[in-house]
């Protein structure tokens, strides 16, 4: 009997062998054409070692590999792994620095084959669609993290857009890739995570990248039954994140309000608006108000005091800095003021609250405080011009 469980492991098709290997016992013998060894079990399968081709750019993916590259080394379900990826650059990426320092093979994009022997490709922030022809090489086809709860946010900014959308809640979703289109195959594994009311993107990516890294290696070490066990996306709460432009990164101080704003801004670490025909870049802002406040307790002050921003004015909280009016005048989207005290630069916003920024940047020129735009520009020409569109 044990003879012909061997002969039939030996024999079988290179796509149906791993499945065998599951449901038989008391065999140690290696497949002719995958390479993969069956060993013996006692009570309970032991998941074969896998060869990996792994897909990937950026330090996201640098995450799902070095979790790979410790599982080789500790000898468990990785039995070897090469790398795929972009070398337009003369510096080498994330993923291209975790290869040389563990001595794996890289194979530059695009790949015109799947070199011998490799049983699953996996793919982590690659950023190229990849073709049927490469997806069929691999017996057990190319899974990928994504950077979100499937069906939403399809595509290559899901972290960006949750932040920027506001939204409380996502994760990532271990995926079959199919062929022609992004991030619409079965769902193999998916972890969520809250996001913060305050975090950056870059503080939900570094989060993400780990717990992609963590569920890529579940699924890997439960192969086949990951596969086995994927589901269908759902029809229902699709949505799309596209690639970023510098068009997302443009404010219309006249349709979003602060909260708006602010999310942009933690989802692109700044934003860009435009004073007197030049371009300026707004950055690290304080948190908007829960609701609009345009009349502040500091509307008993003279109105030449608000104006200033003089020492009465100090005794706000940072949060309510943005919620200061202007006694005598009518609020205006984009209307700019400054606050000295708290050396910020305020900017009306569509709702009717103030957004408060402490870095501004004129494009091609170097980072300077509110104090410095003042001093440099908002100084120069009449308070009532004070706008930016």
């Not at 794996?104 to 070199?115: I, Q, R």
Request: proline content about 8%.
């Amino acid at each position: 009997m044990i003879m012909l469980k061997a002969y039939l492991l030996r024999n079988l098709p290179e796509k149906l062998c791993y499945r065998l290997n599951r449901c038989v016992r008391s065999v140690s013998v290696k497949h002719k054409k995958c390479d993969q060894t069956f060993r013996s079990y006692s009570t309970r399968p032991i998941a074969p070692a896998w060869n990996v081709l792994f897909f990937g750019t950026d330090d996201f993916s640098a995450e799902s590999l070095t979790a790979l590259c410790n599982e080789m080394k500790l000898l468990r379900v990785v039995g070897h792994l090469e790398v795929v990826t972009s070398t337009k650059s003369r510096k080498p990426n994330p993923v291209q620095r975790i290869a040389q320092q563990e001595n794996l093979a890289v194979h530059p994009w695009p790949l015109e084959s799947v070199p011998p022997g490799f049983h699953i490709g996996l793919v982590a922030s690659f950023g190229h669609l990849i073709p049927k022809k490469i997806i069929e090489m691999f017996p057990l086809g190319v899974l990928n993290v994504h950077a979100s709860l499937l069906p939403r946010w399809r595509g290559a900014a899901p972290i960006v857009y949750a932040v920027l959308n506001g939204d409380t809640k996502t994760g990532v979703s271990i995926m079959q890739i199919m062929p022609h289109r992004f991030d619409v195959g079965p769902v193999l594994k998916q972890m969520a995570c809250p996001i913060g009311p305050h975090e950056t993107a870059a503080d939900v990516q570094t989060r993400l990248a780990r717990l992609g890294a963590e569920a890529l290696l579940e699924v890997v070490r439960h192969l086949p039954h990951s596969l086995d066990d994927a589901l269908p996306q759902l029809e229902d709460g699709v949505t799309y994140a596209p690639k970023v432009t510098p068009a997302l990164y443009c404010v219309d101080w006249h349709k979003m309000a602060a909260a708006d704003v602010y999310n942009l801004c933690r989802a692109l670490g700044h934003v860009t608006s435009n004073w007197h025909g030049t371009a300026v870049r707004l950055a690290q802002p304080d948190a908007p108000p829960s609701a609009p406040s345009p009349v502040s307790h500091l509307s008993s002050l003279p109105a030449t005091a608000i104006r200033g921003g003089d020492a009465a004015s100090s005794r706000t909280p940072r949060r309510a800095l943005s919620t200061e009016s202007f006694m005598g005048e009518q609020s205006t989207p984009g209307m700019v003021r400054i606050h000295r005290a708290g050396a910020r630069l305020r900017v009306m916003c569509a709702d009717g609250s103030w957004l408060a920024f402490a870095k501004v940047t004129i494009i091609g020129k170097k980072p300077m405080s509110a104090i410095d735009f003042y001093n440099g520009f908002l100084s120069k020409v009449p308070l009532d011009d004070w706008m930016l569109t």
